[in-house]
């Protein structure tokens, strides 16, 4: 069984479509997060949330909004697509962040 | 501010041989944790090794061991034996304010 899985791997969609991002764990983690790894590779965190709350919300376009309907999904939806948006994006989990996270497999979007 | 400094965007290494991925980080906190992640071409993201900051003893994990220097907050990676499945892009990463932050990664090439 795979830890930590997302679906889409890969989603190529044309500027403006709405589309999203699924992720969930069957670790039993309370925290869920959603990194973006641009072209870089630079990983950088976007949001986190801890039991179905959201704890950080670091600087993204109010065009990406998650949800976590329960503390073992979190999903990730994307308005309006843009050019830029175009990156890897990861899902991960932890239970407490001094031990790591487990990511899932990334969902690489491009965007046309 | 970026806390996660790798001043190597890249490396080579002959197979077999050992190579040293450097990293320096800030904090000013007396407990802490430091983590290497491994990124291969599939993309995953694999924890390689996790030390905390209060053990005097170097984190070793089979051919990958860390020279932990606490006062000048230097985090390095030494993989010996150097093998073609090491050949992947690896993050220094550090847990800061409930989230962990990566520094911008080393691509480490193996040469047959």
């Known amino acids: 069984d795979t830890a930590v899985s997302q679906t889409p791997k890969y989603l190529v969609t044309q500027m403006g479509n709405d589309k999203s991002i699924k992720c969930e764990q069957n670790l039993g983690h309370d925290t869920m997060y959603w990194y973006k790894q641009d072209s870089k590779k630079f990983l950088k965190i976007m949001f986190s949330?801890?039991?179905?709350?959201?704890?950080i919300n670091e600087t993204v376009p109010n065009r990406f909004s998650p949800k976590s309907p329960d503390k073992a999904h979190l999903n990730l939806h994307i308005n309006s697509l843009e050019l830029g948006d175009s990156a890897v994006y990861f899902c991960a989990s932890s239970q407490v962040v001094r031990d790591g996270y487990t990511f899932g497999s990334g969902t690489r979007l491009t965007v046309v | 501010a970026q806390t996660v400094t790798q001043s190597q965007p890249e490396m080579s290494v002959q197979e077999a041989e050992t190579v040293t991925l450097s990293c320096t980080y800030d904090?000013?906190?007396?407990?802490?944790?430091l983590f290497w992640y491994k990124q291969p071409p599939s993309r995953q993201m694999i924890l390689v090794i996790r030390q905390e900051a209060y053990k005097q003893q170097n984190a070793t994990e089979n051919r990958f061991s860390v020279n932990f220097q606490k006062a000048a907050k230097s985090f390095s990676l030494k993989i010996s034996d150097s093998q073609l499945g090491d050949a992947a892009m690896y993050f220094c990463a550090q847990p800061r304010d409930d989230k962990i932050i990566f520094g911008k990664g080393t691509r480490l090439h193996i040469l047959p």
């Open positions: 904090t000013s906190e007396s407990d802490y944790y």
């Open positions: 949330y801890n039991n179905k709350e959201l704890i």
